[in-house]
């Protein structure tokens, strides 16, 4: 699959085929949204949900360098290359 044709798909199946072929990379909490990043393929796919109803607000291809690297920039990788 590549992400041009994920986009096309609804937000249902986005989020099951997510769920089902994606891997987890990271999740970020903040005071009214939990935002998770996962790979999928080939590429990330960025899922917001609602903290207080619990409901899926907004799912889809993350492709941007500048946040992809707000993930990123505070993990530790020494134990990788030690």
């Known amino acids: 699959m590549d992400k041009s044709y994920f986009r096309t798909l609804n937000t249902a ?6 769920s089902k072929c994606g891997e987890l990379i ?23 949900i609602n903290r ?17 690297y707000e993930y990123v920039k505070e993990l530790d990788i020494h134990q990788l290359t030690d």
């Not at 199946?13 to 997510?18: N, S």
């Not at 970020?28 to 796919?45: M, Y």
């Open 52 to 68: 207080k109803s619990n409901e899926l607000e907004e799912i889809d291809v993350q492709d941007d360098d500048d946040v992809l």
């Open 26 to 48: 990271v999740t970020v909490e903040t005071i009214d949204k939990i935002i998770a990043l996962f790979v999928l393929d080939t590429f990330f796919v960025e899922i917001f």
């Open 13 to 18: 199946i986005k989020a099951e085929l997510t």
